[in-house]
């Protein structure tokens, strides 16, 4: 499944993201003179990257200003809107002091999402209850790990039959999920044996 999938956006967008990757950097190339072998001279001007760049903090101060509502809990039917308003403080209180390993808050995954969209046209989060650490979290997901069944009838992945997301994980992320009853995650031993072969 996962090479179907592969296959299916190899062919339709990594062409293109490259491409983003070569604007947003000013990568040119390498060019020699006709008839020789002496290299032409290089002087790529990064015009996507100042763009990008410049637009970044203007889009993130208006997605996160005013600070406490840059998001919104509705009420379901049967559910008081008092209750609603406590879910949001709590989240708002979890989302902006809760850090992940690297020290980043929501606020910075989704900004790394919104550059994301900006260079590729496409860029995402996961937001998720880590019942293990018991917050909620927020996490970037790099588009190029990210795949969708190629029978999506139409451009949103919501009608998508499935999607995969591919995630590198350290042997001790995989211990600490052992006791979650929807995985058969190996022995310690043998998740060190796999993450030293060469796939």
Known sequence: ??????????????????????????????KVWEGTTISRSSLPYPLVFEQIEASL??????????????FQVETEPGTQAQEAKEVQEHLSYVL?????????????????????????????????????????????????DFYV??????PNIDESSSVIRRKFMTVDDLSSRREDPRMNIPSDDVLYTMSKTPQ
């Not at 996962?2 to 190339?29: C, I, K, V």
């Not at 020290?103 to 046209?121: D, F, M, P, R």
């Not at 069944?149 to 139409?154: R, S, V």
Request: hydrophobic residues 35%.
């Open 1 to 30: 499944t996962f090479n179907t999938f592969e296959q299916y956006r190899s062919n339709n967008h990594d062409a293109r993201w490259t491409m983003a990757d070569a604007l947003y950097f000013g990568f040119l190339p390498g």
């Open 57 to 70: 903090p203007a889009i993130s101060q208006e997605v996160f200003v005013p600070q406490d509502e840059w």
């Open 96 to 144: 902006e002091h809760s850090r992940n390993d690297y020290g980043l808050t929501a606020k910075n995954e989704i900004e790394l999402a919104i550059k994301s969209l900006l260079l590729y046209g496409n860029g995402g989060v996961e937001i998720y209850w880590d019942s293990l650490l018991n917050r909620a979290c927020v996490q970037w997901v790099d588009t190029r």
């Open 149 to 154: 069944d190629p029978g999506c009838p139409i």
